[in-house]
């Protein structure tokens, strides 16, 4: 039993892999065979059994294309050959229509095709006074083949629900993975800019201060060595997301991001670079969940490389207003502000820097503002983000 199980699965698959038109090639001139074979052996074999024969089998060659069509088409012959003494047994062409209708035809059509079938079966049956219990028999053979139709239908739905919710998973998968890259590119923007511009503005003073203040210079190339090695370790804890999935690792991504505890040195090293800068706090701290602590450190890390970059400020603040339910950062130079060109921020907002401050206020529920200083002197970044 397992071995014929197994040979009916070849089998399908095998026919699967036909073209649908030799399939059903093949499905109508059996069917017609069937037809001529039946008369033959009941003796009722006549010159016109085989176009009846044919008029009945040959529509299935568009079954696919019109189901409900060519059950119908197929009916009425079957009717006819039943009628006219060519057709005494099981019906084969009218079951594979019945089978197709069931499973390719909508809910109305199917309704009208099992309506028009029992319809036409009966006349069939009873007009020739053939034997009453021989509907019982053929009403079970048509109602098998309905029932395959149906759960052909059925499985070909699931098969498309399934493939939908492939795609829809793929999609959100690629999405996730885009934000993730997006996310990825905005942490490593935000380190590396900041930290190479305080590298190359310590570097380019270097040689000055080496000649005429050999204490200032120890102290800024050991400015530069803490900030590269900060830059680097946050490089790396950026990084470990990607290679978390890779070394089985699942604590590699998760370091703690840099949040306000480490905006004191932050400002240190800008002070360090030779600006005038400094950091207050307003109200009573408190402590904030770790995603907008990294966004308020990363809004102040951005501002404070735009202002060491474009500004040409001599003097740079930050400060932190705490309210009950938000907090406020600003942070304000003496600049001329930042020129306009390519690639530069502006007093819009249209650098890439600003732009990725104004996603990650964003992402925090909070707003961004960004312009001129007070009295039109300098530029000013203010940003509040909610607590709760």
Not at 171 to 200: C, F, G, N, Y
Not at 233 to 251: I, K, N
Not at 339 to 351: C, L, M
């Amino acid at each position: 039993m397992g071995r014929l199980s197994e040979f009916g699965e070849r089998l399908a698959a095998w026919g699967r892999g036909l073209p649908p038109v030799a399939v059903d090639a093949v499905i109508a001139i059996l069917c017609a065979l069937y037809v001529m074979f039946d008369a033959g052996v009941e003796d009722r074999f006549a010159w016109w059994v085989p176009l009846g024969a044919t008029a009945n089998s040959l529509p299935l060659m568009w079954r696919r294309q019109y189901p409900f069509a060519v059950a119908g088409i197929t009916g009425i012959t079957t009717t006819v050959l039943s009628l006219a003494g060519g057709l005494n047994d099981v019906p084969a062409a009218q079951l594979v229509a019945t089978y197709t209708f069931a499973s390719l035809s909508p809910p109305v059509k199917r309704l009208i095709g099992v309506a028009a079938t029992v319809v036409g079966v009966s006349v069939s049956i009873l007009l020739p006074d053939d034997e009453a219990l021989n509907l019982g028999v053929i009403g079970i053979f048509f109602a098998g083949a309905y029932a395959l139709g149906v759960s052909a239908r059925a499985r070909r739905d699931r098969i498309a629900m399934l493939e939908e919710r492939a795609l829809r998973l793929t999609k959100e998968q690629e999405t996730a993975a885009t934000r993730e890259r997006e996310r990825i590119a905005r942490e490593m923007h935000d380190i590396l800019a900041h930290s190479m511009s305080l590298v190359v503005v310590q570097a380019e003073a270097g040689p000055v201060a080496v000649r005429h203040d050999p204490d200032r210079a120890e102290q800024m190339f050991d400015t530069i060595s803490v900030t590269a090695r900060d830059a680097l370790a946050q490089l790396r804890r950026v990084l470990g997301v990607l290679r978390a999935g890779d070394d089985g690792d699942g604590d590699g991504g998760r370091a703690p991001q840099p949040g306000l505890d480490g905006l004191p040195g932050l400002v240190r090293r800008v002070g360090d670079a030779g600006l005038a800068a400094t950091f207050t706090e307003d109200g009573a701290p408190r402590p904030v969940p770790a995603d907008v602590a990294a966004t308020v450190y990363r809004i102040v890390q951005e501002a404070l490389t735009n202002t060491v970059k474009h500004a040409g400020a001599g003097r740079v603040d930050v400060r932190l207003g705490w309210t009950d339910d938000h907090l406020r950062i600003e942070v304000t130079d003496d600049g001329a502000g930042p020129p306009s060109g390519p690639g530069t921020p502006s007093a819009d907002g249209s650098g890439h820097g600003l732009i990725g401050m104004r996603e990650r206020v964003a992402a925090a529920g909070g707003t961004l503002d960004t312009g001129p200083g007070p009295g039109g002197v300098g530029f000013r970044v203010t940003a509040s983000v909610p607590l709760d």
